[in-house]
């Protein structure tokens, strides 16, 4: 599968459509039943609190799904991202309110590749905080 970009019309610096993404605790009690991921510190704040977190916290894999999206809403499929990577550098702290936290995601292109593919760097932030580090995506393009 490839995107529905074509390659000779991105330029190295291509800003991809930034996007912001709400999470509460509700989204997180959803995640955690479709991913089977039930640890205690992304629904449960006394827990969170007795291990040294803030408060609860969005899951890893879930906060590196979000920042993804901005790249494949932008490709076009899903299927176009042939790699993904990212490091976890602070998590997405998510209070007890009708607000909750929000992952703020931008990206641009940062090379372009052999056999028409890119290199997408990704910024995700919460609460003014990088939450992701490298985070990078290669994207098989038009």
Do not use: C
């Amino acid at each position: 599968m490839t995107a529905k970009i074509a390659f000779d019309e991105v330029e190295v610096g291509t800003e991809l459509p930034a996007q912001s993404f709400p999470v509460t605790r509700a989204t997180l009690v959803r995640y955690a039943g479709a991913s089977g991921d039930f640890n205690p510190i992304h629904w449960n704040e006394r827990f969170a609190k007795e291990v040294g977190l803030p408060d609860v916290i969005a899951h890893g894999m879930f906060t590196m799904a979000e920042a993804v999206r901005v790249v494949t809403d932008w490709a076009g499929d899903p299927g176009a991202v042939v790699e993904y990577g990212v490091r976890f550098t602070k998590p997405v702290v998510v209070p007890d309110d009708d607000e909750g936290a929000v992952i703020e995601v931008s990206a641009k292109v940062a090379a372009k590749l052999d056999d028409n593919r890119v290199r997408v760097d990704l910024l995700a932030t919460a609460a003014g905080q990088k939450v992701l580090g490298m985070s990078r995506a290669v994207v098989a393009l038009a």
